[in-house]
């Protein structure tokens, strides 16, 4: 074999091992598969985001809130709502005068033990609850995010009732 044939082989094989890299996930894209799959099995399911979605990706638990239509953002978002609590801020009105001070304390408590956010974003739908996040942490931040949701739905539930204030 020639000098042309040696460097075709050398171009050939690296060419092939260039496409196979590419096609093996990162460490970051298996991080990411894992975390969602878990939470996937916890019952949530995953929404990539759109435009016109808040940053991040959506981690969703399907339920009828007895009251929807509201959402909070992190002060990190572009947002100018009422302040709600440590640095969540409304993102909908009249939420903060329509939901019951008992859902506001278990909505305060929830986001606390939910932990610090950069950019997210705490949605009550028709068809249930969601938590916008940069996907950030690992299992154990999964299993802060399904606690977070699932005292969401509890708090929200029909039977507890998101009663007017002062009506």
């Not at 409304?90 to 606390?112: K, V």
């Not at 996907?135 to 699932?150: H, K, S």
Request: hydrophobic share 40%; net charge negative.
């Amino acid at each position: 074999m020639g000098d042309l044939g040696t460097w075709v082989l050398v171009l050939t094989v690296a060419f092939l091992l260039g496409a196979l890299s590419w096609a093996v996930p990162s460490p970051r894209e298996r991080r990411l598969a894992r975390m969602r799959q878990l939470a996937m099995m916890e019952g949530l399911d995953i929404v990539i985001g759109r435009d016109g979605d808040p940053p991040g990706v959506c981690y969703r638990l399907a339920c009828a809130p007895s009251f929807p239509g509201w959402s909070l953002r992190t002060s990190g978002g572009k947002h100018s709502g009422a302040p709600f609590h440590a640095g969540w801020r409304w993102e909908t009105e009249p939420a903060p005068n329509a939901l019951s001070l008992d859902i506001q304390e278990a909505l305060i408590r929830a986001l606390e033990a939910l932990g610090p956010l950069q950019d997210g974003c705490v949605r009550s739908t028709l068809t249930g609850v969601e938590l916008w996040w940069d996907e950030q942490g690992g299992a154990e931040q999964i299993n802060a995010v399904r606690g977070f949701l699932y005292t969401l739905q509890h708090s929200l539930a029909p039977s507890t009732g998101a009663q007017s204030r002062g009506t």
